[in-house]
């Protein structure tokens, strides 16, 4: 005779409440199956529901290169920051702890009139980057901040790309295009 397992109807809440919290923030499908005990299924029509589009296909982000590049480094190091800070001094754990951090992250960025460069989804592939070692935090020799780094690379006398920005740092197309004069059309 094959034994039922009880479902509860409060953990099923919860779980839902928590999916629909994730897929506000911006979660892919694969961080919504990771951390809730939800169907596929359920949470293909609860995206649904709440995005009123489905869920974009294809896989997750997976290079760790991304987060060291100049730009997304110093956003991908203030939310690891701002995660390690929550995780050690609040009792904070897991996704609830993400949730938390990613918020703080936005709401920092939007203070500052910053375009958030880091989605809920590539965050939460930080995390589990830093959990698994492939990344790590460093300090900077010049300014102590924390930052994210390659765990495998040499870090002996690091200096951060805030300190010592790259020539091309903060030329985006639209400010680069500015800087150039109009081209001409030859008729």
Known sequence: MKQRTKKSVVSEVKQIALAVELVELG?????LEAETTLSRE???KLYKEV????????????SADWFTTWQPNVHASLFAEIHRYLVEH????GIQAVIKSYRLYLEH???????????FTRAWTLLRFLH?????TIPCERCNGRFVVHAL?????FI??????PSRAGKSGRTAGAERPAPRILM
């Open 51 to 62: 995005k009123l589009v489905a869920p974009p296909k294809g896989m997750l982000p997976f």
């Open 153 to 157: 690379d040499l870090h002996d006398r």
């Open 90 to 93: 609040t009792g904070l754990e």
């Open 160 to 165: 951060c790309g805030l300190c010592a920005p």
């Open 27 to 31: 979660a892919r499908l694969q961080v």
């Open 109 to 119: 960025t939007s203070q500052r009139g910053l375009e958030p460069i880091l989605t």
């Open 132 to 136: 698994s070692r492939l990344l790590q």
């Open 42 to 44: 359920r949470l293909l």
